[in-house]
C-alpha cells in the first residue's frame, strides 16, 4: 500500500513520545509513505526553534516528499471541478492540491482531522487508522 500522509498525522508523530506508536509508525510497517511539499512547508512554519526544525526534517527523511509542478495544475484544476460537480461541495486550493495529488499518484489519504472533509469528496481512499489495512 501507499500512503499520502497528512499534516496532523505527521504532526502527531513529531509531538508523540518516543515510546508512543502514532499512527505514522503504524503505515510506515504497512506500506510507502508519501507527503507533500505543501505538508512539509506547513510543518515548517508552525516550528520556532532551530530543535523543532530539526525534528521535522529528520521525519522528512523517512517519508517521500511530493513536489507541485505546473504539469499538475491542470489536472489538480480538474479533479476539483468533478468534486464540486459531484458533490456540491466548495474545494479549497489546498483540498485540490491534497486530492490531486492522491488521485493522480493512487495514494490513499491518511488522516484524522480532515477524514471527513476527504471522504466526502468520494475522490480517493480516505483512511483514519490502520486498522482496516492488512499488513503486507
Do not use: W
Request: proline share 2%; hydrophobic share 45%; glycine share 2%.
Amino acid at each position: 500500500m501507499q500512503f499520502l500522509i497528512e499534516t496532523d498525522v505527521l504532526k502527531e508523530y513529531l509531538i508523540a513520545a518516543k515510546a508512543e506508536e502514532s499512527l505514522l509508525r503504524k503505515a510506515l510497517t504497512k506500506g510507502v509513505c508519501y507527503t507533500t511539499m505543501y505538508n512539509a512547508l506547513e510543518l515548517f512554519r508552525a516550528t520556532m526553534t532551530n530543535e523543532e526544525s530539526d525534528a521535522v526534517l529528520q521525519m522528512l527523511m523517512i517519508v517521500r516528499v511530493l513536489g507541485f509542478n505546473a504539469r499538475y495544475a491542470q489536472n489538480f484544476s480538474e479533479i476539483a471541478a468533478e468534486i464540486e460537480k459531484n458533490t456540491g461541495l466548495s474545494v479549497t486550493h489546498r483540498e485540490s492540491m491534497m486530492i490531486g495529488m492522491a488521485k493522480i499518484s493512487k495514494l490513499s489519504i491518511l488522516t484524522k482531522d480532515f477524514f471527513e472533509r476527504y471522504n466526502a469528496m468520494k475522490a480517493v481512499p480516505v483512511l483514519c487508522s490502520m486498522e482496516e489495512v492488512p499488513i503486507p
